[in-house]
């Protein structure tokens, strides 16, 4: 649900609290704060925000995006950190390579990630979005410094907006959006790095443009998504396209702990006079909201937090620095806009473990256990052992009957892996072909032929169940079943 805070809307008289059901919020709410009425799109020119949790969010965001940029260059184990190359169906997560056959635990693996994203927006709200979302550390810890640094805070970023083109401005727009592109170019050559790897990006570009078309195609269009996106799309990408936002409304309750006005502090709001004092406002019936919009200032999405949740509010913690400073100025405690659940405003209730969040949490440590089994349990090598199409059961001058047969050995690992077949049950003689035993490629899939034969006495009449194990340096890595076809018993 979204918590609807008592309170007046800007402008408005204070609402007496017995009318605060029948209060009218449709007015902001059936409409963005980046869109008048007619549709047409309203820039945003957030003010530059300063504080504590700016200032801790912008370390945070320095060692993501070190992690990001450095993501592909780092290996484990001689694997890249993370690689998803689809065209090859080839991912690598943590230096270890997950192919196809382990699409089972790629697939927990994502459970996982929106698992984990579900219970911290039960339990925390908005945080992925205002702390760790790639869109918003890139937009607001990049792309808008850069623009502050070369076109000024908010009020001058408005004047030159409005100014006619002169020489000045076109410079500055003209150095502001070369950047951008540069950064989105930067920036898109790192995501196709952990698409294709760093070997090949390096190819494409070291090598002649001709022979990487497919490669250059790629490369331009996500620089040109990129820097649509962080030059002009901005935080439209999170209000219009982003789904995160609208079903967030399904995972709060009045205990998530979210960025929040505290309304029973704050209202009603007034305008701070000379000489008045913090008891002659209460006295008043006025709170320490001075009505000073410097949390709708800094908003980069141009919402006003003292509304209530919002789904535009990515709990980018501006408001909360800004509204701190002013609480500064005029001597009042902080956290009038604060981290802080609904019942933590009305009845200061700290967070709790409701059913809910504990089912949530349940079944994210069930997905983790889930995934560690998978893992621990997981093969270096997968193989597969099937009857050679079209081929018959061979009599030789022995009497001793064959089965031929086709093996696939797939390596999962990054080192040469020699591989031995042995049957198992029942007793018998196998024989590879060409070599007697079968050396796999790092990351490769190798293929050849196995003949298998048994005496008369051990076999059953028709099909005779086969026990193949596949063993690499002494240690047996799989067990393969399948069948031997031989002469009914009613036909000797």
Excluded at 35 to 53: L, S, V
Excluded at 101 to 129: E, K, N, P
Excluded at 440 to 458: F, G, N, Q
């Amino acid at each position: 649900m979204t918590a609807l805070p008592p309170g007046n809307k800007p402008g408005e008289a204070p609402e007496p609290e017995s009318a605060v059901k029948s209060v009218d919020w449709s007015d902001y709410r059936e409409h963005l704060a980046t869109a008048d009425k007619e549709g047409r799109r309203i820039w945003i020119y957030p003010r530059k925000p300063r504080g504590w949790f700016t200032n801790a969010r912008t370390w945070l965001s320095w060692v993501l995006l070190a992690v990001m940029f450095a993501g592909p260059f780092i290996r484990v184990n001689g694997n890249p950190l993370l690689l998803l190359n689809f065209v090859e169906r080839k991912f690598v997560i943590l230096g270890q390579i997950f192919w196809p056959q382990d699409m089972l635990i790629s697939a927990v693996t994502l459970l996982i990630f929106f698992m984990g994203i579900v219970v911290f927006t039960a339990a925390f709200g908005r945080l992925w979005c205002g702390w760790t979302c790639p869109q918003t550390v890139l937009m607001e810890m990049v792309f808008r410094k850069i623009e502050y640094f070369i076109e000024g805070d908010a009020h001058e970023q408005r004047a030159l907006a409005k100014a006619p083109w002169t020489a000045a401005k076109l410079a500055k727009k003209l150095t502001k959006h070369g950047i951008f592109f540069g950064l989105s170019f930067v920036v898109g050559n790192t995501l196709l790095a952990y698409i294709i790897g760093t070997e090949q990006l390096f190819q494409i570009i070291t090598d002649n443009p001709m022979n990487h078309l497919t490669g250059l195609t790629f490369m331009l269009l996500f620089t040109l998504l990129f820097y649509g996106i962080f030059a002009r799309f901005r935080e439209q990408a999170c209000t219009f396209i982003c789904p995160y936002g609208r079903f967030m409304s399904t995972l709060l309750d009045e205990n998530t702990i979210v960025v929040a006005y505290d309304y029973k502090r704050g209202e009603k709001r007034g305008t701070l006079r000379r000489n008045v004092t913090p008891e002659q406002r209460r006295s008043a019936g006025q709170g320490d909201c001075i009505d000073c919009n410097q949390c709708v200032s800094v908003c980069p999405t141009g919402i006003d937090i003292r509304n209530g949740t919002q789904m535009e509010c990515v709990h980018c913690t501006a408001c909360i620095d800004a509204c701190d400073a002013v609480m500064d100025k005029i001597r009042r405690p902080r956290g009038l806009i604060r981290y802080a659940s609904l019942n933590g405003i009305e009845r200061g209730e700290r967070l709790k473990v409701t059913p809910r969040l504990a089912g949530y949490a349940a079944l994210l440590l069930a997905l983790i256990g889930l995934w560690m089994f998978l893992v621990f349990t997981r093969s270096d090598v997968q193989a597969t052992l099937l009857r050679a199409q079209g081929a018959l059961f061979q009599q030789m001058p022995d009497g001793h009957f064959s089965n031929l047969y086709t093996v696939k050995v797939l390596n999962k690992t990054h080192r040469e892996m020699p591989i031995e077949l042995k049957l198992e049950s029942p007793t018998g003689d196998l024989f590879v072909m060409g070599a007697s035993n079968i050396v796999v490629p790092p990351e490769k899939l190798a293929e050849t032929s196995v003949l298998i034969e048994l005496d008369r006495s051990v076999m059953k009449s028709g099909t005779t169940p086969l026990v193949v194990g596949v063993y690499s340096n002494g240690r047996k890595m799989q067990t393969l079943k399948t069948g031997f076809i031989g002469p009914r018993k009613d036909t000797d």
